[in-house]
Each structure stands twice: as C-alpha cells, then as structure tokens.
C-alpha cells in the first residue's frame, strides 16, 4: 500500500514567499543569500516536528522584521496561527533609537516575549536562534574575537547575556537534539559558566 502523499502546499507558498520577500538581500557579513538563513532554521524545526505551519513560520520567520511585508500579509496569505509565531519572532523598534542604542532593550524584550510565548512559537525561535548561534560559533573558530565588530553590540559579553537568555526562555525545549546542540555552542564559544566570579 502507497504511502499517502505529504502535503506541502502552505509550506511550499511560505518558502515562495520568503524567497521573493529576502531576494536580493545578503545575509550580514556573510557573502550568501539571506534565504539561507530562513532555509537553515527550517531544516531545524523539521528535526522537532512535522508540523507544516511551524515549517512555514520557520521559513518566514524574518520577512516581517527584515523586509517590508507586514504581519497583516502574513495574515492574509497564510492565516492567523502563522502571522501569530511570526509576529512573536520579530524584534520590535524603538521610534527614534539607532539599532545600536535600541539593541539591549530589543533583546530583553525579545527574551521575556520567548519566555511567555507558546511551545510552538519556542519551537520556531529555537530554529532561528540555533542557526544564528551555528554561524556565530563557525564564525568565532576563524576569527575569535574580530567577529563581533560585524553585530549592533559589539562587546562579546552582550552576545552571552543575549544567548544564555534565550537559552532560559527556550528551557522548555530541551529534550530536544536542537536545544542540546544550541547549549553545547552557548558554552563552546562563551565558555561553560564554571569559572565565572
């Protein structure tokens, strides 16, 4: 008996989509396509669950904060469940602060939005954060410390504050391979914790 076949249709759109709204755009200081990135964490949400929407939320989880769609045509083309974990997924800008001055309140707020957010909200922002944190571990093994004069925040301790926080906020996930593996590159490149003061 053949097996019946997946229906991709909504994660199919939401990678359609996600490529149109990233095209032409680099991902910072990297030298590839934008879409990598999104591609990346959706390959890792796929190693939590099978679950088409969170697929597609993962692969348009940046179109709102990096591009100009907005969460109501999230809304419009792929429903209220999908623009709901994206919208929860995007950094909300402080009116008339630089990324630089607004960047430690935009993440404190991001962590505490994590904390309270739904599982499958967590399980997109977990794809999201651990390909960010694969690229900075990547990145941190060629260049050391040269590697973070490419972010808003420049001092390293920012970035470990940042992660560890996010680790906090995602603590509900960590029976997961992909939580394992986003702790494991937390305590690679800022260090295990054990011989803080």
């Known amino acids: 008996m053949a097996n019946k076949p997946l229906d991709t249709t909504v994660l199919d759109r939401a990678i359609m989509f996600a490529v149109k709204a990233h095209s032409g755009t680099e991902r910072r200081g990297k030298g590839f396509p934008y879409?990598?990135?999104?591609?990346?964490?959706?390959?890792?949400?796929?190693?939590?669950?099978?679950?088409?929407?969170?697929?597609?939320?993962?692969?348009?989880?940046d179109t709102v904060e990096d591009t100009d769609v907005t969460v109501e045509d999230i809304r419009k083309e792929f429903g209220a469940r999908i623009a709901s974990i994206v919208a929860s997924e995007s950094d909300v800008f402080?009116?008339?602060?630089?990324?630089?001055?607004?960047?430690?309140?935009?993440?404190?707020?991001?962590?505490?939005r994590l904390a309270r957010a739904s599982r499958d909200?967590?399980?997109?922002?977990?794809?999201?954060?651990?390909?960010?944190?694969?690229?900075?571990?990547?990145?941190?093994?060629?260049?050391?410390?040269?590697?973070?004069?490419?972010?808003?925040?420049?001092?390293?301790?920012?970035?470990?504050?940042?992660y560890r926080g996010l680790a906090d906020s995602l603590r509900?996930?960590?029976?997961?391979?992909?939580?394992?593996?986003?702790?494991?590159?937390?305590?690679?490149?800022?260090?295990?914790?054990?011989?803080?003061?």
């Open 94 to 112: 402080q009116p008339g602060m630089s990324e630089e001055d607004s960047w430690h309140a935009r993440k404190e707020a991001a962590i505490v």
């Open 35 to 61: 879409i990598v990135h999104p591609m990346e964490a959706m390959e890792i949400v796929a190693t939590i669950t099978p679950d088409q929407e969170l697929l597609a939320a993962a692969a348009l989880h």
């Open 121 to 162: 909200a967590k399980i997109v922002a977990l794809g999201d954060k651990l390909s960010n944190m694969r690229a900075i571990a990547r990145d941190y093994a060629v260049l050391g410390d040269k590697l973070w004069n490419i972010f808003h925040a420049k001092d390293p301790k920012d970035h470990e504050w940042h």
């Open 172 to 197: 509900e996930l960590e029976g997961t391979s992909a939580f394992h593996e986003f702790q494991s590159l937390i305590n690679q490149v800022f260090g295990d914790g054990s011989n803080k003061d």
